[in-house]
C-alpha cells in the first residue's frame, strides 16, 4: 500500500503493457481507469479486476476530442501508452501512425491543460534513434533521422510533450523502451517464430539474415519504471528503458527453440533489414534511467523463455491475432 | 537560363521567402505553380508576374488532401514552405501548429507518393535545436527537446518527411533556417520593431532584455540555397542556414535607430527569453551547407538595414498587419 493514492488513467490499459502496469498499480492502491478501444487489447487481461471498485474500464476511441477529456477528467496522471503498435505495416496505411499516435497525444494534452491535470507520461520507443551512430545510445545522442512512420510519429509526439512541459502544462516523464517481452505479449519478432513453430514445428521463416541485433526488456522491469515515474515531479524526463545486453535474432530462435524443445529448418528471407525502416541494431545506453536507482531483474534469455512459456498456455492469443 | 527546366510547386509561394524564390526560379527559366491560401501572404509580392505564361497560382487550403493531389499534379519538384509561422502565440490555438504544418506535410508527401513525384524540399527551422547544448549547433548535435509548439511541428514533419525519403518514396531536403530577413519580410522582432519606430520614433518596447542572441540571414542567400538543392538526388539532406555572426537584440536595435535615424527610450518587459518558448540563443554550425559550395553573401548589418529601407519603401504592410 502507498500512502499517496492517486486516481490514474492508463490509456492503451487493455494492451500488453498497459495491462501489467494496471496490475501494478491497483496493487499499489491506486485508483485506476483505462481508456482502450480493443482494438488489439482484451478484456480477458482484468478477468481478476473486474469486480474491483478501484477499477474503471472507459471502452472509447480518443482520436475523438471529447473521449480524451471524459477519460482524463478527476485524474492526477496520465499514462499514455495507447498506440498504433503496428510498426512494420506502417506503409499500408500511412495516416494511421500520424492520427493514432500524434492526434491522440495532442488531444490528451490539451484535455490534461483545460481540466489542470499535472502528470503526464508517455511510452516512446528507441526506434526514434533510427540508424543511432552512437551505440548504446543514449538519450543525448546525435540528433538522429526517423527510418519509419511509427517512429516519426512517436518522436512528434515526444515533441509536443516537451512543448507542453517547458510552457509549464504538464510534468513529463517520457520512456524509449526497447522491445518488451513477459506475460500478455501478443505481437513481434518472438510472437511470430513462436506461432509459426506451434503450427509446424520443423520450419521457420525468418525476415532478414537473423543477424539483427536486439535488445529486449521484461514488461515487469518496464512497469517498475512506469510505476516509479509517477512521483516524479520534474518539468520533463527523458529515459531509456533496457536491459545492458543484446541478443541476435538467431539466438533468440534458439532460445525459443530450446523452451519449444523443437529444431526447425530456417529459411532466411535475406537482407541486413526485416523490412523498410525496420532498426537492424537497437542497444540502449540506461545509465540515467539507473541513476534514478531503476535497475532490471530479468536477463533477456529468461525474457524470452518466459514469453514463450506464457505464449503455449495461452494460446487463446493466436486465435484472435491474424497477424 | 538552365538546360533543365522543371515544373516546380512552391506551396507558401505567396510568403515571404516563397515569393523570393518564386522570383529565382521563374528569373532561372523554370515553370512554378505556387499554392497559398493567402492568410499571410501577399497578391502583390507577383505583380511583375502576373501575365507570365511560366507562372500559376492556386488559391487553395492544403489541409485539404484533394487540394494536395491538385497542387502536385505534374510538378517534378516540391518545394514546401507554406506554415502557420505564428510561433509567438502558438498556445492561443495549441492545434494550429499540428494541422497546419504537420497535417499539410505528410498530405503532400502522399500526394507525392501517389503522382510518384521524386523531390522534396522542405523549410524547417533552427528552433527545432530549442535550448542547444551545442553552440554554433550542428546538425548532428546532442539531440534536442522541444521548447514550442511551433518547432515540435517543424520536428514531427521532419520525422515524417526522413521516413518517406528512407522508404524511398522521394528524395529529401530538409533546411533549418536561422531568421531570415529581406525584402517582403511581414513578420518578427525587425517588423515589431521598425512597426512601432514609424509609428512613434521617440519610444521602444522590448520584449525581454535586449541581451537575446539572434541569427539571421538574407532571404536571397536563402533561396540561393533552396534553388541548388533541386538538382540534389541524396536519399536525404539536412542543412542548416545562417551566417557566421550573430547579433544581440539590442545590437539589431541601433541599426535599424540608425537605419530610421531615429533614438528611442527603450522599454524592456525583462527576462532572458522574448516569450514562453522563445529560443534565447540560435547560432547555426552551416559547415554541411558551406561544403556543397554555398556561401552566404550579405552580413547581418546589410540585411537587417535592407529589410528595414524595405519596410518604409513598402508601408503598406503595416496596414495589412495587424500583430
Known amino acids: 500500500m502507498v500512502t499517496n493514492i492517486q486516481k490514474i488513467l492508463v490509456t492503451g490499459g487493455a494492451g500488453f503493457i498497459g ?8 496493487l499499489s492502491g491506486h485508483s485506476v481507469r483505462i481508456a482502450d478501444n480493443f482494438s488489439t487489447g482484451f478484456r480477458r487481461f482484468f478477468q481478476t479486476n473486474e469486480n474491483n ?3 474503471e474500464i472507459l471502452d472509447i476511441n480518443l482520436v475523438e476530442e471529447d473521449s480524451c477529456h471524459q477519460a482524463v477528467e478527476g485524474c492526477d496522471v496520465v499514462y499514455h501508452l495507447a498506440a498504433n503498435a503496428d510498426v512494420r505495416f506502417g506503409w499500408q496505411h500511412p495516416l494511421r501512425d500520424t492520427q493514432q499516435n500524434l492526434v491522440v497525444t495532442q488531444n490528451l494534452l490539451e484535455a490534461c491543460r483545460k481540466q489542470g491535470i499535472r502528470k503526464f507520461i508517455f511510452s516512446s520507443t528507441g526506434s526514434v534513434y533510427g540508424r543511432a551512430k552512437q551505440i548504446p545510445t543514449s538519450e543525448d545522442c546525435p540528433f538522429p533521422t526517423q527510418t519509419s512512420l511509427y517512429a516519426a510519429s512517436k518522436l512528434a ?3 509536443l510533450i516537451s512543448a507542453y512541459a517547458e510552457a509549464g502544462v504538464v510534468d513529463a516523464t517520457i520512456f524509449r523502451f526497447v522491445s518488451i517481452l513477459g506475460q500478455r505479449y501478443t505481437h513481434g519478432h518472438v510472437f511470430d517464430f513462436v506461432k509459426q513453430l506451434l503450427n509446424d514445428p520443423s520450419r521457420l521463416k525468418v525476415l532478414g539474415d537473423g543477424n539483427q541485433t536486439k535488445s529486449y526488456l521484461h514488461v515487469n522491469d518496464c512497469v517498475v519504471a512506469l510505476v516509479r515515474a509517477s512521483d516524479s515531479n520534474s518539468k520533463l524526463d527523458i529515459f531509456n528503458l533496457g536491459t545492458n545486453e543484446t541478443v541476435t535474432v538467431n539466438q533468440s530462435i534458439k532460445i525459443i527453440c530450446n523452451t519449444l524443445n523443437c529444431d526447425p529448418l530456417i529459411h532466411y528471407t535475406g537482407g541486413a533489414e526485416g523490412w523498410v525502416g525496420d532498426n537492424p541494431h537497437i542497444f540502449l545506453d540506461t545509465t540515467a534511467a539507473r541513476a534514478t536507482g531503476w535497475l532490471p531483474d530479468k536477463t533477456i534469455s529468461d525474457s524470452i523463455r518466459e514469453t514463450v512459456e506464457w505464449l503455449v498456455a495461452s ?5 484472435q491475432r491474424s497477424e
Chains 1, 2 share one sequence.
Do not use: K, R, Y
Request: charged residues 15%; glycine residues 6%.
Open 19 to 26: 495491462s501489467n502496469l494496471v496490475d501494478a498499480l491497483l
Open 157 to 159: 509526439a515526444e515533441g
Open 53 to 55: 471498485p478501484a477499477f
Open 315 to 319: 494460446d487463446w492469443v493466436f486465435l
